[in-house]
């Protein structure tokens, strides 16, 4: 008898018996236990002077203890999705353009079917890139097609690699136990807030591409989709440089930034809608500061604290976005001459300082002139005014203290900046829509009355965020096509995702819909 049980609370400790636990709550026998793992663990630190662990575990028992199904918090365990691979059923081998979360496991999954995929990724292999992002950190050399935005793994790559998710998929543990698979710690199978860390995304991506490679897949680096031409029904894919493939079947994973291909796509006729997406800064605490402020006493023997928050003001929201504790703010650029800020975090968040995004709602009213493209342009616009503010990759910024009294702050005091090429202080109406710099001003002293310390006078807010999300939506049809028949948009960068997981979870599913329609042609 396999059992599902919950509400498991253990006060906070260095190493924690949950076994132990579990079977003193629900009066089990050890040795009646034929199997357990946990299955969910999260923090409930609501009061500071008992913060405890809350876990679910699974457990496997005889079924003589059949009368705990009466307790609350107990069910039976429902086993996990059996996601299938029907064989590829078509003489043309897909293709996958961008190799983002999205890309990765619709190229997984179909090369699994024996589809021997063929992947196109505009930037480079793992290690190139990390060459490229290195180059500009460093040196303030932008190579536009291979940097923290471009290149194999997508932007999340350089981020913290949250695996959390407001959607909830029958596919969330498959994409979980895949990413454990090919490389992340076990702790983002059941962890409340499940993180990868850059680090060892670098290694999950490689590993991914090579199963890829293994079943036959094939990859082109370096090669940036440009046009396609179609002769009946078959595409004949043109990138740079020099190369041309032919398909029935194209999946875009094209990421949020792929601003060019996306205006080309939409020359073409594929038909796109404006979307809502969202504009602002970068937040940047002392680590230590945070822990104190979620944890209180607990702090000590807990990891890295983090936090998420909105506050709803009259006409817009505002709203904490990818929380990276122990980690860096990041020069997330993809154009020459521009200010794009991100943020990562390695596996151990061990850096000084946590940061957020720290967003306000942009609708598509305040865009929308002439096309569904028009936020593209709005977005470009901020991200070059912030490049002017010190005519160099120098950031525009300001202190929360400074910030709120209308002031322009004149140095750095408890909180050091961490974004690399450092931070010019400035009047952030210079960079930013008007509505996006009030309601920062509006909002912070609400965040500060929900988390005290939250608006501390020394943090320092870095400019601009604007790719948290795509201002564009590729409008497709319920088999998931879109209005130029065999392309089918897919992730962030089409609209239909927002982080790693849901982005995978879309890839996904767009490649199980293909081979399903495939099944009922032959």
Partial sequence: MKLKLSNIRIPVSANPNVKNAVCQQYHIRHEDVQDFRVLRQAIDARKKNKVMYDYQVAVTLPDSYASLLEKDGVSQLKPPVEVEYPLW???????????????????????????????????GKIEDRKRAVSDFMYTKTLNPNSNVQFGEGGAGTFSDGKLNTNVHSEYNDFVLKEFHKHGAHEDVTYMQNP?????????????????????????????????????????????????????????????HSARDTIKQLYKRGLDMEAKPFS??????HQQRRINRMQYGEAARILPPASYKGVVHLEDRSVYTFCMCPGGTVMASACEPNTIVTNGMSE?????????????????????????????????????????????????PGNLVGEFLQDKIAQMYRSVKPSYPH???????????????????????????????GFADPDAVLTGVETRSSSPVRMIRGEDRMCTLP????????????????????????TAMSLLSSLELKC
Avoid: W
């Fill in 486 to 509: 065999g392309f089918y948009p897919i992730g962030e960068g089409a609209g239909y995702a927002g982080g790693i997981m849901s982005a995978a979870i879309d890839g996904l599913k």
């Fill in 89 to 123: 059923k078509d003489d043309l081998r897909p293709v996958v353009v961008g190799f983002g979360p999205s890309g990765m496991f619709a190229a997984l999954y179909l090369a699994r079917c024996q589809a021997k995929p063929i992947v196109l990724e505009r930037g």
């Fill in 347 to 395: 596996r151990k968040r061990d850096k000084a300082n946590s940061n957020s995004a720290l967003l306000v709602n942009v609708n598509p009213e305040d865009y929308l002139k002439n096309s569904p493209l028009d936020g593209l342009d709005y977005q470009e616009k901020y991200e070059r005014l912030a490049f002017e503010v010190a005519g160099d990759y120098r950031a």
């Fill in 195 to 255: 993180h990868v860390g850059t680090d060892y995304l670098e290694k999950v991506v490689r590993n991914m591409r090579l199963e890829i490679e293994s079943l036959g897949g094939e990859f082109h680096f370096n090669a940036t989709f440009k046009d396609f031409h179609r002769k009946e029904d078959v595409i004949e894919l043109v990138c740079e440089p020099g190369l041309k493939i032919k398909t029935h079947h194209v999946l875009l994973g094209l990421g």
């Fill in 422 to 452: 450092g931070v010019c202080f400035c009047d952030l109406h210079r960079c930013l829509p008007d509505y996006v710099v009030d309601s920062l001003r509006k909002a912070l002293p609400l965040f500060d009355r929900k988390m005290p």
């Fill in 279 to 284: 504009m602002g800064v970068r937040i940047e």
